[in-house]
T-cell receptor, first 114, second 109 residues
């Protein structure tokens, strides 16, 4: 029962480097989300995909891009990493957007940008 | 401004104590979630509720829609309950989640 799988679990980048965080869910969910979690600020939504083929900006999208590759996978890309992007990143999924369904979270990716 | 406020921010309890964590929100919601984040960082969804009360083992979650308030109760607390508990609401006007900053619970044997 994998649920939501994120890779990698840890990553250290130099300023200016690029990387892609991968997320896959095996629950046939329509909606997927990327969040970042910073101390004292709670979780903040970066981007979301309400359904396959659609993506929308969340609260803090600057510096990120996303791709909903298929129904299972939703990747988050940092084109030019900055120290302000040091954070823990969580991917989540839910069956439907705008409907009261439970959200399932990945284990998180701890990213440090030096 | 924060759409979701939790209290307390930190809580230390003796094993066996009854614990209450509170969540107040200011937006219209379609659902409220209680999440548990373990020291290792993973997040687990404990409850999703839109009215009334739910119980799972020693955990009880209640919500009062009129007062825009929810509580998470832990009966007979145990050291393994030590974690950060996060309240999250799904807006009823779109696909947005709003999160509280979490309550860090430590249960001492």
């Amino acid at each position: 029962n994998a649920g939501v799988t994120q890779t990698p679990k840890f990553q250290v980048l130099k300023t200016g480097q690029s990387m892609t965080l991968q997320c896959a869910q095996d629950m046939n969910h329509n909606s997927m989300y990327w969040y970042r979690q910073d101390p004292g600020m709670g979780l903040r939504l970066i981007y979301y995909s309400a359904s396959e083929g659609t993506t929308d900006k969340g609260e803090v999208p600057n510096g990120y891009n996303v791709s909903r590759l298929n129904k299972r996978e939703f990747s988050l890309r940092l084109e030019s990493a900055a120290p302000s992007q040091t954070s823990v990143y969580f991917c989540a999924s839910s069956a439907q957007a705008g409907i009261s369904t439970e959200a399932f979270f990945g284990q998180g990716t701890r990213l440090t940008v030096v | 401004k924060n759409e979701v406020e939790q209290s307390p921010q930190n809580l230390t309890a003796q094993e066996g104590e009854f614990i209450t964590i509170n969540c107040s929100y200011s937006v219209g919601i379609s659902a409220l979630h209680w999440l548990q984040q373990h020291p290792g960082g993973g997040i687990v969804s404990l409850f999703m509720l839109s009215s009334g009360k739910k119980k799972h083992g020693r955990l009880i979650a209640t919500i009062n829609i009129q007062e825009k308030h929810s509580s998470l109760h832990i009966t007979a607390s145990h050291p393994r309950d030590s974690a950060v508990y996060i309240c999250a609401v799904r807006s009823n006007t779109g696909n947005q989640f709003y999160f509280g900053t979490g309550t860090s619970l430590t249960v001492i044997p």
